[in-house]
């Protein structure tokens, strides 16, 4: 369903409809959101890439033992475009699956990404999430050098993140086995390996496929009722929030807060976009490029006013946050999240291991 609905966001925000603007308090809510998540999915093409933006597409390459598996789970990842099996790093610019062995060539999955809806952060704790990284040319039951581990990369710039992902790992797993490498050459690899568990339910497959749709964290973030809430937060936050109102344009003092830190939901405290990703739109709200992680917003077409819009609302809440257009920088995905303050609590950098913010720090450095 979230898929669906995110191409119906590439579909209507391509219209370049950028203010924000109030909704309707008095509509039925629920009722016309479920209408408009009914209709999102009858309007969706199946034509994804041509709702993309190519120059937000990226590739990485990962090694993670049986190349089945690795496909199979990352083919699921919000934000991953394409996916392909070959191998990858070996002694020689051809190879097959039978002379692996003898070319030393690792099992690897060409991973294409769109930059807009996944950050490379984000799909490399999915990938140390799958994978035993202190584990030396063994992945599950398979065992050979084309097994191994390892992160290949085509920009010199991913080198930054990368190094960044592996020391965290470091820190919890020890020394990793895991190599960090520029791509050498990648050989696709057979017609039969491709997509090969989706056209073999039942084929082999060394990791839970099951947690591709599972949070990277795991965290309760729980409402509270109205009336709390009335008591609790001041009467533009709980306009904003509860009956999808807008603020006025400046009056937050986070539209100029550009410390090291990350964004959460104010009723919830549910992490929602981080310090690297906020620009100057001058619109006069907070503007991020995207979420700090993929599956923390839902989007909900808009059509109040006359306009055609797409809202965004917090996943773990379900609370109204503001909207998001296509007139973001080109060189951050080309999206501008337009949030309302009055939405967001700012937790600076320093504070958010002590807040229980520990594993979003990696999103903020």
């Known amino acids: 369903m979230k898929k669906l609905i995110y191409l119906t966001l590439i579909l209507l925000i391509s219209l370049g409809i950028a203010s924000c603007t109030n909704t309707n308090k008095n509509e039925d809510v629920n009722t016309k959101e479920n209408k408009r998540q009914n209709e999102s999915e009858n309007k969706v093409s199946e034509l994804r890439l041509e709702s993309t933006d190519k120059n937000n597409i990226k590739t990485i390459y990962l090694a993670g033992g049986c190349f089945w598996g690795v496909e199979g789970y990352f083919s699921q990842i919000e934000g991953v475009v394409a996916t392909d099996v070959g191998y990858a790093n070996g002694k020689t610019g051809e190879t097959s699956y039978r002379e692996l062995k003898k070319t030393e060539h690792a099992e690897t999955v060409k991973v294409d990404y769109d930059m807009s809806i996944v950050s490379l952060e984000e799909l490399l704790l999915h990938y140390f999430r799958i994978i035993e990284p202190t584990s030396v040319n063994k992945q599950g039951n398979d065992r050979g050098i084309q097994y ?173 946050l503001g909207h998001v257009f296509d007139d973001g920088p080109k060189e951050k995905g080309g999206l501008r999240y337009c949030i309302n303050g009055a939405a967001l609590v700012f937790i600076p950098y320093e504070e958010m291991k002590e807040k229980g913010y520990e594993n979003y720090m990696i999103f903020c450095e």
Not at 161 to 180: D, T
Not at 226 to 242: F, N, P, Q, W
Not at 245 to 267: F, H, P, Q
Request: net charge negative; glycine share 6%; hydrophobic share 30%.
């Open 148 to 320: 191994r581990t390892g992160v290949y990369y085509v920009y010199e710039n991913d080198l930054e993140v990368i190094e960044k992902i592996f020391k965290y790992q470091e820190n919890i797993h020890g020394k990793l086995a895991v190599e960090k490498e520029a791509l050498k050459n990648f050989i696709l690899a057979e017609d039969y390996h491709q997509d090969y568990l989706k056209n073999n339910p039942n084929g082999y497959c060394h990791i839970n496929l099951n947690q591709a749709k599972e949070p990277l964290f795991i965290e309760d973030y729980k409402n509270k009722s109205d009336e709390e809430l009335k008591k609790e937060l001041d009467e533009i936050s709980y306009a904003v929030l509860r009956e999808k109102d807008t603020e006025i344009a400046g009056s937050s003092e986070l539209n100029k807060e550009y410390r090291k830190g990350i964004y959460v939901d104010k009723i919830t405290g549910e992490p929602l976009f981080a310090s690297k990703d906020k620009f100057d739109a001058g619109c006069g709200w907070p503007s991020f490029s995207k979420p700090i992680l993929s599956d923390k917003i839902n989007y909900l077409e808009d059509d109040s006013y006359g306009m055609n819009r797409v809202e965004v609302r917090s996943n773990g809440g379900d609370n109204h």
